[in-house]
């Protein structure tokens, strides 16, 4: 992971990069910039026979419309099929009113909340290794040992609080 504060006169980066390589040996890529003329967010997934891209509005790039795009006409044929089967609309909602909607659906059902405390974990401790890799230039496995020093802060080592009992 790099981070930079290249753009704008401000003391937190304002561009980042990282490179994410999975056990199955496939690759991610994250990016972020608060530096760009436009304010735009994207998912883009691709896989040995499809591409699949969000929306580009920011804030709302999870939304409607996706494309899903096969490489040939027999398997877009087959996606598209796949894809008439699926409802038009979220039922929760979209966004953070989605979301504490779903929440709130399993506080009074109780049933499992559609993030839940492991998924939050694994996704602090995913901030914690880009940011650790970073500051040192050294790749980060996960998941995290107890005693990584991410546990205590993600501020640099020499303004990290003091480790209590």
């Known amino acids: 992971a790099a981070k930079r504060t290249a ?9 980042s990069a990282a490179v994410l390589e999975f056990a199955n040996g496939s690759l991610a890529t994250l990016s972020a910039t608060l530096g760009a003329a436009t304010q735009t ?13 969000s929306n580009s509005t920011a804030y709302e790039f999870t939304g ?19 894809l008439a089967d699926l409802p038009e609309t979220y039922p929760a909602g979209e966004s953070f009113a989605g979301q504490f909607a779903a929440f709130h659906r399993a506080l009074v059902t109780g049933t499992t909340p559609p993030v839940t405390l492991a998924d939050s974990r694994q996704s602090l401790e995913l901030v914690t290794a880009i940011y650790h890799s970073a500051r040192c230039g050294d790749p980060v496995s996960l ?21 209590t009992a």
Request: hydrophobic content about 35%; aromatic content about 10%.
């Open 64 to 82: 409607d419309p996706w494309t899903f795009t096969a490489p040939d006409a027999e398997r877009q044929r087959a996606v598209d099929g796949a």
């Open 143 to 163: 998941p995290l040992a107890a005693d990584h020093p991410g546990y205590r802060s993600w501020l640099p080592p020499d303004r990290a609080p003091p480790l």
């Open 41 to 53: 967010s994207r998912l883009r997934f691709v896989f040995e026979h499809l591409t699949v891209e």
């Open 7 to 15: 753009v704008n006169p401000i003391e937190v980066e304002d561009c």
